[in-house]
């Protein structure tokens, strides 16, 4: 049976039920009496009738108001500011309380055991975010929602019930936190109840009590704050005075961008860092990794000159192309520099930093205390614990650019974004590579579609790829290396990369002892980027969400603004519209849903699709493979996802970010000038691919009737529009 669709269409039917009654009533009730003297006489009347039967009265509006909130209809709030209207505070208080408990809890059932798809499928974000409070916070989250909404209070009725919270601990709490609330709106309802002429509406009783209203949602939130964060902070002595506004510990992309903010806005800073300023992304990995696949990419048209008409050929040469990148993050560096921060007046303290105390972080044998401080730690290649793997000398994305011999036989472990990258480039600089991946395919986070174009290139290149393989084990046999894999294949190598992800950076830095780790080591933080202890914020890869260098950016504005100003203003942390680029040849370019993450979701879409090999710069830099997949609302130019396959694909991908961000259809991009022979034109001639498809068939039959009659034409033989390519028949 379908108790989703039952429940829907019950509630919908008495909504519109009570909408209309109501609707007529009141038309009843006004009809020939607009004077605020008949309206105060019939209010009077009825409160009359309520003093002679009590008990049928409460009983009456408890069960009217239970149906309500049991059903999720709305008009919650109407009937609550009724109920003090009619019974007064205290009577009315009681009744609101114990109703809306009642029916909050019914509800709350009802989703356990009859919606639990429905409400799954219908209301994803609250869901997830109830069930991860919940979990993390128990009654006290529940408490926090119902003394500040930030859902409405029937999607918590529904989200509760999708969790494992007793009904007991959901009705008393919900009847704690929603009391003040209560208690404001049953005494906004008394005094309106009060108006005897129109000169109440300005008294002071009335308008006390609708600021009370108005008041109510800033002064819970402040409070409750402010009881949160004085509950976390009391096993600690706060200083009476500080030493800076700001302590960042981290100078990789989050740490800098973080001191520059605050720097930017006067405050006193210090940046500390154990190793080289810039972090892994100058030093390790954006840097580096971009410019030896320049070299390799120039080495693979260096052995097919003919195709540009050119004779002739390059020749790697690893030990320079080491020492090029050794180069290029030396004239990026200065950007990074201590000397450039100590010129924007922040101090730069070079030791490895510890947190003691929610305000103390001691470095160098010293401790500096500050208002708030913020973890900037990074992250670290993850090495699996496979038998025999310490004894092959393993290589990670941050060792292996100190080699300065070339491998012969490279074995690469990982088939994501670092590893694909790194074995092509290997590939066209001659060396024997092959590329192990535990999945079924490469790149396993986007559509199967870009997963073949990525292998179908590495294998052009002669990289070796196998997926679906876990390595079982590695072993040193005299002067050769064999990786044995657990389907039984055995692999010789010189060198292995290891490239089977990421963890962020949290032990070793205090955090163990200050309880802000979870229980698989990982760094809890809200929306704002605080942790658990209110002082301490968070930005960049340590947090183990998105970890680019452009995430690390964009979360430090967020970390750096509500530490420093957080007590007058907060900035929830969103990435509406976040690019990812992987830098393969062709690139791989997305922002937004993939198609898998909306069939996943249960996104209603539509695919169009342009191949680059219509594109003529893309002719003409003989680099027209590929294709761009956007992904819109059905029948609608609303962009849901771009994903782009192709040469340029990361700057294309930038003018979909941008729409995204700004709520800019495919329609805004067509009308959009690009100059010509660009790439940037690929975008425009994919919303003109959607428009073709969307465009109204009555329209073109309409055009070509008057087209015709302006050519001098009597009669039409067919009202039927020629075919217009891709356009539904």
Same mark, same amino acid.
């Given at each position: 049976?379908?108790?989703?669709?039952?429940?829907?269409?019950?509630?919908?039917?008495?909504?519109?039920?009570?909408?209309?009654?109501?609707?007529?009533?009141?038309?009843?009730?006004?009809?020939?009496?607009?004077?605020?003297?008949?309206?105060?006489?019939?209010?009077?009347?009825?409160?009359?009738?309520?003093?002679?039967?009590?008990?049928?009265?409460?009983?009456?509006?408890?069960?009217?108001?239970?149906?309500?909130?049991?059903?999720?209809?709305?008009?919650?709030?109407?009937?609550?500011?009724?109920?003090?209207?009619?019974?007064?505070?205290?009577?009315?208080?009681?009744?609101?309380?114990?109703?809306?408990?009642?029916?909050?809890?019914?509800?709350?059932?009802?989703?356990?055991?009859?919606?639990?798809?429905?409400?799954?499928?219908?209301?994803?974000?609250?869901?997830?975010?109830?069930?991860?409070?919940?979990?993390?916070?128990?009654?006290?989250?529940?408490?926090?929602?119902?003394?500040?909404?930030?859902?409405?209070?029937?999607?918590?009725?529904?989200?509760?019930?999708?969790?494992?919270?007793?009904?007991?601990?959901?009705?008393?709490?919900?009847?704690?936190?929603?009391?003040?609330?209560?208690?404001?709106?049953?005494?906004?309802?008394?005094?309106?109840?009060?108006?005897?002429?129109?000169?109440?509406?300005?008294?002071?009783?009335?308008?006390?009590?609708?600021?009370?209203?108005?008041?109510?949602?800033?002064?819970?939130?402040?409070?409750?704050?402010?009881?949160?964060?004085?509950?976390?902070?009391?096993?600690?002595?706060?200083?009476?005075?500080?030493?800076?506004?700001?302590?960042?510990?981290?100078?990789?992309?989050?740490?800098?961008?973080?001191?520059?903010?605050?720097?930017?806005?006067?405050?006193?800073?210090?940046?500390?860092?154990?190793?080289?300023?810039?972090?892994?992304?100058?030093?390790?990995?954006?840097?580096?990794?971009?410019?030896?696949?320049?070299?390799?990419?120039?080495?693979?048209?260096?052995?097919?000159?003919?195709?540009?008409?050119?004779?002739?050929?390059?020749?790697?040469?690893?030990?320079?192309?080491?020492?090029?990148?050794? %180069?290029? #993050? /030396?004239?990026?560096?200065?950007?990074? +520099?201590?000397?450039?921060?100590?010129? @924007?007046?922040? !101090?730069?303290? =070079?030791?490895?930093?510890?947190?003691?105390?929610?305000?103390?972080?001691?470095?160098?044998?010293?401790?500096?205390?500050?208002?708030?401080?913020?973890?900037?730690?990074?992250?670290?290649?993850?090495?699996?614990?496979?038998?025999?793997?310490?004894?092959?000398?393993?290589?990670?994305?941050?060792?292996?650019?100190?080699?300065?011999?070339?491998?012969?036989?490279?074995?690469?472990?990982?088939?994501?974004?670092?590893?694909?990258?790194?074995?092509?480039?290997?590939?066209?600089?001659?060396?024997?590579?092959?590329?192990?991946?535990?999945?079924? %395919?490469? #790149? /396993?986070?986007?559509?199967?579609?870009? +997963?073949?174009?990525?292998?179908?290139? @590495?294998?052009? !290149?002669?990289? =070796?790829?196998?997926?679906?393989?876990?390595?079982?084990?590695?072993?040193?046999?005299?002067?050769?290396?064999?990786?044995?894999?657990?389907?039984?294949?055995?692999?010789?190598?010189?060198?292995?990369?290891?490239?089977?992800?990421?963890?962020?950076?949290?032990?070793?830095?205090?955090?163990?002892?200050?309880?802000?780790?979870?229980?698989?080591?990982?760094?809890?933080?809200?929306?704002?980027?605080?942790?658990?202890?209110?002082?301490?914020?968070?930005?960049?890869?340590?947090?183990?969400?998105?970890?680019?260098?452009?995430?690390?950016?964009?979360?430090?504005?967020?970390?750096?603004?509500?530490?420093?100003?957080?007590?007058?203003?907060?900035?929830?942390?969103?990435?509406?519209?976040?690019?990812?680029?992987?830098?393969?040849?062709?690139?791989?370019?997305?922002?937004?849903?993939?198609?898998?993450?909306?069939?996943?979701?249960?996104?209603?879409?539509?695919?169009?699709?342009?191949?680059?090999?219509?594109?003529?710069?893309?002719?003409?830099?003989?680099?027209?493979?590929?294709?761009?997949?956007?992904?819109?609302?059905?029948?609608?130019?609303?962009?849901?996802?771009?994903?782009?396959?192709?040469?340029?694909?990361?700057?294309?991908?930038?003018?979909?970010?941008?729409?995204?961000?700004?709520?800019?259809?495919?329609?805004?991009?067509?009308?959009?000038?690009?100059?010509?022979?660009?790439?940037?034109?690929?975008?425009?001639?994919?919303?003109?691919?959607?428009?073709?498809?969307?465009?109204?068939?009555?329209?073109?039959?309409?055009?070509?009737?008057?087209?015709?009659?302006?050519?001098?034409?009597?009669?039409?033989?067919?009202?039927?529009?020629?075919?217009?390519?891709?356009?539904?028949?």
């Amino acid at each position: 049976m379908d108790h989703a669709g039952t429940f829907h269409r019950l509630a919908k039917v008495l909504g519109a039920t009570l909408f209309f009654a109501a609707i007529l009533l009141l038309a009843v009730l006004i009809k020939g009496h607009l004077e605020l003297a008949e309206v105060t006489s019939r209010l009077a009347a009825l409160r009359d009738w309520i003093r002679l039967h009590p008990n049928l009265a409460a009983l009456s509006y408890g069960l009217v108001y239970v149906a309500v909130t049991g059903l999720s209809l709305p008009g919650a709030a109407i009937l609550t500011l009724i109920g003090g209207s009619l019974f007064g505070l205290l009577t009315g208080t009681v009744l609101v309380s114990f109703a809306s408990v009642i029916g909050a809890t019914l509800a709350m059932l009802s989703a356990r055991y009859f919606l639990r798809d429905s409400i799954e499928r219908h209301f994803p974000e609250a869901v997830a975010k109830v069930n991860q409070g919940v979990a993390t916070g128990g009654a006290r989250y529940l408490f926090a929602l119902r003394l500040i909404p930030v859902f409405p209070f029937f999607l918590i009725n529904l989200a509760t019930g999708l969790t494992r919270m007793s009904a007991l601990t959901f009705a008393w709490v919900s009847q704690l936190g929603m009391l003040p609330g209560t208690i404001v709106y049953v005494n906004a309802g008394q005094q309106l109840a009060s108006i005897q002429n129109a000169g109440d509406v300005l008294s002071a009783r009335v308008i006390l009590a609708f600021a009370a209203l108005a008041a109510l949602p800033f002064a819970a939130k402040a409070g409750s704050t402010w009881w949160t964060d004085r509950n976390a902070l009391q096993s600690w002595r706060r200083p009476r005075r500080f030493d800076y506004n700001l302590i960042v510990i981290g100078a990789g992309s989050a740490g800098l961008v973080t001191a520059f903010i605050a720097a930017t806005a006067r405050a006193k800073v210090a940046l500390i860092e154990e190793g080289e300023m810039g972090g892994d992304c100058l030093n390790t990995g954006c840097v580096p990794s971009k410019a030896l696949i320049r070299s390799a990419k120039l080495a693979k048209e260096g052995r097919h000159p003919q195709r540009l008409g050119l004779n002739g050929g390059l020749e790697p040469d690893f030990a320079a192309i080491m020492d090029r990148i050794k %180069r290029v #993050i /030396a004239r990026v560096a200065p950007h990074d +520099s201590a000397e450039r921060y100590r010129g @924007l007046g922040v !101090d730069v303290i =070079k030791g490895r930093a510890k947190i003691v105390d929610p305000w103390t972080v001691e470095v160098a044998g010293r401790n500096l205390t500050a208002r708030r401080l913020v973890l900037a730690t990074g992250a670290e290649p993850a090495v699996p614990p496979i038998p025999g793997l310490t004894n092959v000398e393993p290589l990670t994305s941050e060792t292996l650019w100190k080699l300065t011999e070339q491998p012969k036989r490279l074995l690469i472990l990982g088939g994501g974004a670092v590893g694909c990258e790194l074995a092509q480039s290997f590939a066209r600089l001659g060396c024997e590579t092959t590329l192990v991946e535990a999945l079924p %395919r490469l #790149i /396993a986070g986007e559509d199967e579609d870009v +997963s073949e174009a990525v292998r179908a290139a @590495l294998l052009a !290149d002669g990289v =070796k790829v196998i997926t679906a393989a876990d390595a079982h084990s590695f072993e040193q046999a005299g002067q050769s290396r064999i990786a044995h894999l657990a389907d039984g294949r055995d692999i010789a190598f010189d060198r292995i990369v290891i490239a089977v992800g990421r963890r962020p950076r949290t032990r070793g830095f205090g955090l163990e002892e200050l309880g802000l780790l979870d229980n698989n080591g990982r760094l809890i933080v809200d929306d704002r980027l605080r942790t658990r202890l209110p002082t301490i914020y968070a930005a960049g890869d340590v947090i183990g969400r998105l970890q680019f260098t452009h995430a690390a950016s964009h979360y430090a504005w967020f970390a750096a603004m509500n530490a420093l100003f957080g007590n007058f203003k907060n900035w929830n942390l969103h990435t509406k519209a976040f690019p990812v680029v992987i830098y393969t040849d062709p690139e791989i370019a997305r922002v937004g849903l993939s198609e898998a993450e909306a069939r996943a979701t249960g996104t209603a879409y539509e695919v169009t699709r342009y191949d680059l090999a219509e594109l003529d710069r893309a002719i003409v830099d003989e680099a027209n493979e590929g294709f761009i997949k956007v992904l819109t609302e059905v029948n609608k130019d609303r962009i849901l996802g771009a994903t782009i396959v192709g040469a340029r694909a990361g700057d294309m991908l930038g003018e979909f970010t941008l729409a995204m961000h700004h709520g800019l259809g495919l329609n805004s991009i067509l009308r959009t000038i690009h100059p010509y022979p660009g790439w940037m034109e690929a975008a425009k001639a994919t919303a003109g691919e959607w428009r073709r498809a969307h465009a109204p068939a009555w329209a073109l039959a309409l055009s070509a009737r008057i087209l015709q009659w302006l050519r001098g034409g009597c009669h039409i033989r067919s009202s039927r529009p020629p075919p217009v390519d891709g356009m539904p028949r």
